[in-house]
């Protein structure tokens, strides 16, 4: 069974950063694409993030494109978001997610695998 754990969320002031982090276990971390979404309050789950199986494509949602990094340590299995300029639009729970292919998603249903989510917080 594929595991992920989120963490590196926290508040912070905007204009500030903050790099998540997302640990992948139980499963062949190079055979899967990644993603970051978020969900802020009443709202719907909103793609933010995507990187390809081996690093060489990503794709980012136009609201962060210019201000966040998705990049992945395949010895690590591990996946990153880098987020600087944060703005107060930001705050959310950002959740990680793994899709069995080499290819990028940007649908929720393009993914299997979940992590529990990490609160990020931006102050104005």
């Known amino acids: 069974q594929v595991h992920l754990v989120e963490s590196g969320g926290g508040l912070v002031p905007a204009g500030g950063s903050l790099r998540l982090s997302c640990a992948v276990s139980?499963?062949?971390?190079?055979?899967?694409?990644m993603g970051w979404f978020r969900q802020a309050p009443g709202k719907e789950h909103e793609f933010v993030a995507a990187?390809?199986?081996?690093?060489?494509?990503?794709y980012y949602a136009d609201s962060v494109k210019g201000r966040f990094t998705i990049s992945r340590d395949n010895a690590k299995d591990t996946v990153y978001l880098q987020m600087n300029s944060l703005k107060p639009e930001d705050t959310a729970v950002y959740y990680c997610?793994?899709?069995?292919?080499?290819?990028?998603?940007?649908?929720?249903?393009?993914?299997?695998?979940w992590g529990q989510g990490t609160q990020v917080t931006v102050s104005s």
């Open positions: 997610a793994a899709r069995s292919a080499q290819a990028m998603g940007v649908m929720i249903d393009d993914y299997g695998y």
């Open positions: 139980g499963g062949t971390f190079s055979n899967y694409a």
């Open positions: 990187i390809s199986w081996s690093g060489l494509s990503t």
